[in-house]
């Protein structure tokens, strides 16, 4: 513990206690301030109010610093997969190789959807976006598995419960995909590892096996891994905030896909690819839109560029960056719409404008350009974020049921609205 913080308010000085995490960070204590003093804080965004303490990631936003359980992601993304990252950040360790057989067991046990589950798809339009089946379908799983709902914890049933969400979430894209485009759904083959079986279930066909290049699940099995987990941000924030009502994890989950699909955050990487096809047909090289995103009044943003916590490069951005150059190399693919990202990159960081704001690529300004040249549709974008993100959401909501306290989330505000009112009757009415 650090010294208190002394607030006066009023004539009256109160004394916060004060906190510093394991990276040192910094925090005041509010937790009584409303009691001993009747004010709360305001701070719309929550740009400054952390909302728990938390093992799991720690970025450093200055630096441009992401650590999961303490390992930085340059290494993981070298060293690492997918599905031994999921176990680190759940389980809260690197598998040993029983772990590892362990887990990657459960997620192929646990890789077909119920049957009567298929139904479900016949509900959907043609044109539904994925991220919506996804969403609607997570909660549909949960009703097949009643005993899943059961949120007591006990370590089987959870990583049972881990690995039925893990692995089916990927089916379910898989599956929306297929039928949104009229073609036989290709069922998960238990001999394929995690993302083989995702690009065989997604690009299958009834006469030809997808061909399954190395370097490209490798590409995807890192664009996983660096979805994986990012501390406090919008959609994993709302998974504590539905688990922390003690809901099931799927409900849990289900809502962080809801709000993952906005385009200021995980739908900002199909954005993206508006954006970079917008200015590719316009025949702009880049610097009629960079003036757009400077003009408030143009309703246009550098989509993938900013973020409220890094204020410096975002580390996967850097690493999807180099990634796009050494697959695309290996697939002999020539983007144009590569050239313009990076040309839109360079002249960026040249403008005061994005200097003075600190507005950085990140995770989704070149992570679209990866899935284009892996076959991933456009409208699949945001669900491949969303694929990668689970095991974070799981592993925050099982932080949130298992906190000692276990106090549902439910935030003041300060009320600006009419005060005095009495009822009208509709004949007075204006
Ligand atoms: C993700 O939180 C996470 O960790 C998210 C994420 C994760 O892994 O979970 O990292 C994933 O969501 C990445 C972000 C993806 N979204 C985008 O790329 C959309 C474009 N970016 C912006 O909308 C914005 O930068 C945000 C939403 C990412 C951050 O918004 P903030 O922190 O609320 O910042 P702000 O909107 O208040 O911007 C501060 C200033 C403003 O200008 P001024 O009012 O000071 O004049 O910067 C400007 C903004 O207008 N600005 C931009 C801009 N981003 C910020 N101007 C043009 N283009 C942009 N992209």
Redesign the pocket.
């Known amino acids: 513990m650090s010294s208190n913080a002394e607030l006066k308010l009023d004539g009256k000085t109160y004394s916060l206690p004060t906190l510093i995490g394991t990276e040192g960070e910094r925090a005041v204590d509010i937790s009584q301030l409303r009691a001993q003093s009747g004010h709360i804080t305001l701070d719309e965004?929550y740009?400054n109010t952390g909302a728990c303490k938390s093992k799991i990631t720690f970025?450093d936003g200055d630096l441009g610093i992401l650590r999961y359980r303490g390992i930085p992601i340059e290494e993981l993304a070298e060293k690492s997969t997918f599905v031994e990252v999921a176990h680190l950040l759940i389980m809260g360790k690197l598998p040993n190789s029983a772990e590892l057989k362990r887990f990657s067991d459960l997620l192929t046990q646990n890789e077909l959807l119920h049957e009567d589950l298929k139904h479900n798809f016949e509900g959907f339009p043609r044109h539904a976006h994925p991220m919506a089946i996804l969403s609607s379908m997570i909660n549909a799983v949960s009703c097949f598995y009643p005993e899943l709902l059961d949120t007591s914890m006990h370590k089987n049933h959870f990583e049972i419960e881990a690995a039925r969400l893990i692995s089916q979430v990927r089916t379910i894209a898989a599956f929306a995909y297929r039928k949104s485009h009229g073609l036989p759904i290709n069922y998960p083959k238990p001999a394929l590892k995690y993302t083989a079986n995702f690009l065989h279930m997604m690009f299958s066909k009834p006469y030809e096996e997808y061909p399954l290049d190395p370097e490209v699940v490798r590409a995807l099995d890192l664009i996983f891994l660096l979805?994986a987990d990012?501390?406090q941000?919008?959609?994993?924030s709302t998974v504590r905030m539905v688990a922390s009502s003690k809901a099931n994890m799927f409900a849990s989950c289900a809502a962080g896909v809801c709000a993952?699909w906005g385009?200021?955050?995980?739908g900002?990487n199909q954005?993206?690819l508006e954006m970079l096809g917008e200015i590719h047909a316009s025949g702009d090289d880049g610097c009629k839109f960079i003036n757009a995103?400077?003009d408030?009044n143009s309703g246009?943003?550098?989509?993938?560029?900013?973020?409220?916590?890094?204020k410096n490069y975002?580390p996967?951005a850097k690493i999807i960056k180099k990634a796009c150059d050494e697959v695309l190399a290996k697939l002999k693919i020539n983007d144009p719409l590569l050239d313009i990202a990076k040309k839109l990159e360079e002249a960026a960081l040249k403008e005061s404008?994005?200097i003075e704001?600190k507005?950085y690529p990140?995770?989704?300004?070149y992570s679209g350009i990866i899935m284009r040249a892996l076959g991933i549709p456009l409208e699949m974008f945001t669900v491949i974020?969303a694929i990668g993100?689970m095991p974070g959401w799981i592993a925050n909501y099982r932080e949130v049921m298992e906190e000692p306290a276990g106090r549902i989330s439910r935030p003041r505000q300060v009320y600006v609205g009419p005060v005095n009112q009495q009822y009208v009757p509709i004949k007075e009415r204006k």
């Open positions: 965004g740009g970025i979805h990012h501390e941000n919008c959609s994993t993952l385009p200021l955050h995980g900002a954005a993206v995103a400077k408030k246009k943003k550098l989509m993938g560029f900013g973020h409220r916590v890094y975002d996967r404008y994005f704001r507005l990140n995770v989704d300004f974020f993100r």
